[in-house]
């Protein structure tokens, strides 16, 4: 059974910062690559970033580029989201989730929401971030 689950989320003052984990189990990084999306209230979902299978190739949304980063423990099965300078805009649910193209996750999301390129989706965690 494949599960994703997050954690990490919670309060936080604008300026501040949040690590969120997935921790994920039925998949590897060897076949499936991980990517974390938002959804703020009243908004569609958001694709955020994106970390490859293979050589950690990483892609960012321009809403997150040079805030957050992406990384993996392979050993832990676990990616995280380091998340930077966090503003009240960047309040939402966040989500993990596992696709097999690396590639066309980044198309996917670049050019739209990201959400048909993902196989498999955790439940979210909830980042408040005050003003």
């Known amino acids: 059974e494949v599960q994703l689950v997050e954690s990490g989320g919670g309060l936080v003052q604008s300026g501040g910062s949040l690590r969120l984990s997935c921790a994920l189990s039925g998949v590897t990084f060897d076949d499936y690559a991980i990517a974390w999306f938002r959804q703020a209230p009243g908004k569609e979902r958001e694709g955020l970033s994106c970390i490859g299978s293979h050589d950690g190739s990483a892609w960012y949304s321009d809403s997150v580029r040079g805030r957050f980063t992406i990384s993996t423990d392979n050993a832990k099965n676990t990616v995280y989201l380091q998340m930077n300078d966090l503003k009240p805009e960047d309040t939402a649910v966040y989500y993990c989730?596992?696709?097999?193209?690396?590639?066309?996750?980044?198309?996917?999301?670049?050019?739209?929401?990201?959400?048909?390129?993902?196989?498999?989706w955790g439940e979210g965690t909830l980042v408040t971030v005050s003003s």
């Open positions: 989730a596992a696709g097999r193209n690396y590639v066309k996750i980044v198309l996917s999301m670049a050019t739209g929401t990201g959400r048909g390129a993902m196989d498999y």
